[in-house]
């Protein structure tokens, strides 16, 4: 069902409401570019409308206080504080999830970063002479317009190259999973209601694009990272093993010393809600890039970056 029969107008009126809603700026521009062509091509309607502005959450405060928070001097990332100590990883017995069976894990404490990282954040290490061009398929990552949408299209290579430069790392799969969970076995970063709208960016909320890192703060894993499910998939450091975690070591397991693909968590926002808990495994090449593939990066406790 369309907008409003008259589409000029139904447009205007929504131009008029997202321009007065609290909080709302020139920093927003994404969303009226979504809705603009939305309208052009005649496929703008109400339940597009209230969904992508759900994400926002307006009126609503994230539930989780991050432990400890710092920033990083080098790209401006704000990192999140993972506590030492064992969690549940997997999601059930390895009869049935021989690619990741439910046990016991124990990492070192370490920081992880907040957000995938962005376009702007990436762009900065290209002007540093550090980061390579993304391929051509990529054509928004240079346009200020999506500076907060994560980077995508980035190959495991560059991702770890980013992370490198920034003075950090790419998480272990194991690091990854834990960020996003927590240590009471939940199935997605918020705990185990089923995804909708408000709660993280995946085909049931019908925008079929990623949105800015900042975004759904009420799908705010336990400690304070967001989009840990949906929006855009996230390269880890491991190598992928199908059957790894059947006999993984169980301290601070680090993935396979070699093989073919490279792990990926997350899902994006092609993906249902089954796609998106936080024990799917993906894998890709290395050397390969696509539409939805980001990244985050970790950093070590005591780990700190020297000019």
Not at 65 to 82: C, F, H, L, N, W
Not at 241 to 260: I, Q
Request: glycine content about 8%; aromatic content about 14%.
């Amino acid at each position: 069902m369309k907008l409003f029969k008259n589409r000029k107008l139904g447009f205007i009126l929504i131009l008029s409401i997202l321009i007065s809603m609290a909080g709302f700026s020139i920093w927003n521009l994404d969303i009226l570019l979504r809705f603009y062509h939305s309208y052009q091509n005649g496929t703008l309607n109400m339940e597009k409308f209230r969904l992508d502005i759900a994400s926002y959450n307006i009126g609503r405060r994230s539930p989780v206080t991050p432990i400890y928070e710092k920033r990083s001097a080098k790209d401006g990332m704000m990192q999140v504080y993972v506590p030492e100590g064992e969690f549940l990883m997997g999601k059930g017995d390895a009869y049935k999830n021989a690619d990741s069976p439910q046990h016991a894990v124990f990492l070192d404490a370490f920081w992880i970063d907040k957000v995938e990282v962005s376009n702007a954040m990436y762009i900065k290490c290209m002007q540093a002479g550090f980061c390579t061009e993304l391929v051509s398929d990529n054509i928004y990552y240079q346009n200020w317009v999506y500076r907060d949408h994560p980077i995508t299209y980035v190959t495991w290579v560059q991702a770890n190259e980013y992370c490198q430069w920034a003075g950090r790392r790419l998480p272990t799969e194991a690091e990854w999973e834990k960020a996003a969970r927590g240590t009471d076995g939940r199935m997605y970063p918020w705990g185990d209601e089923a995804p909708n709208p408000r709660l993280a960016n995946f085909s049931g909320s019908l925008i079929h694009e990623a949105v800015s890192v900042y975004r759904y703060p009420l799908g705010a894993s336990p400690y304070g990272a967001l989009n840990m499910s949906g929006n855009a998939r996230e390269w880890v450091a491991d190598w992928y093993d199908l059957k790894y975690y059947l006999s993984s070591p169980r301290r601070n397991p680090a993935g396979p010393e070699m093989g073919l693909e490279k792990s990926m968590r997350s899902g994006s926002y092609n993906e249902d809600g089954r796609e998106i808990a936080v024990t799917h495994r993906y894998r890709h090449e290395p050397q390969s890039a696509g539409l939805s593939r980001g990244f985050r990066c970790a950093q070590d406790e005591n780990s700190e970056y020297q000019e």
